[in-house]
Nanobody, 130 residues
Framework: QLHIKESGGGLVQPGESLTLSCEAP????????VGWFRQAPGKEREGVSC????????YYTDSVKGRFTISRDTAKPTAYLQMNSLKPEDTAVYYC???????????????????????WGQGTQVTVSS
């Protein structure tokens, strides 16, 4: 059975960096859009960043623009979320998800709760604290 799995979370101090990985063995990431989502305690799940497979367009939520970068290595196949200048408010469980393309903008894919994702990872905890 196909599955995806995140790794790379941990405890860091404000200003430090982390790279999250999303391993997707058996998937051709060229044909799948990738999303990174996070959920902090007591808050709703938030679309952090997405990349649309059909055109490669990316989306970042405002709070991470300029600090986070989404990418993918289709040969591995693994997707990444490079997170720099981390802040305490970035603390959350981060989830990777993939889905086939949909006729929506990359922003809508990431933020529209009616968009369903085909596969989800189990999540990885990111804690930013001094």
């Amino acid at each position: 059975q196909l599955h995806i799995k995140e790794s790379g979370g941990g405890l860091v101090q404000p200003g430090e960096s982390l790279t999250l990985s999303c391993e997707a063995p058996g998937f051709y990431l060229d044909y799948w859009s990738v999303g990174w989502f996070r959920q902090a305690p007591g808050k709703e799940r938030e679309g952090v960043s997405c990349i649309k497979n059909s055109d490669g367009r990316t989306y970042y939520t405002d709070s991470v623009k300029g600090r986070f970068t989404i990418s993918r290595d289709t040969a591995k196949p693994t997707a990444y979320l490079q997170m720099n200048s981390l802040k305490p408010e970035d603390t959350a469980v981060y989830y990777c998800a993939i889905r086939t393309d949909v006729i929506k903008t990359v922003q809508a894919m990431c933020t529209d709760p009616s968009v369903t994702w085909d596969y989800w990872g189990q999540g990885t905890q990111v804690t930013v604290s001094s």
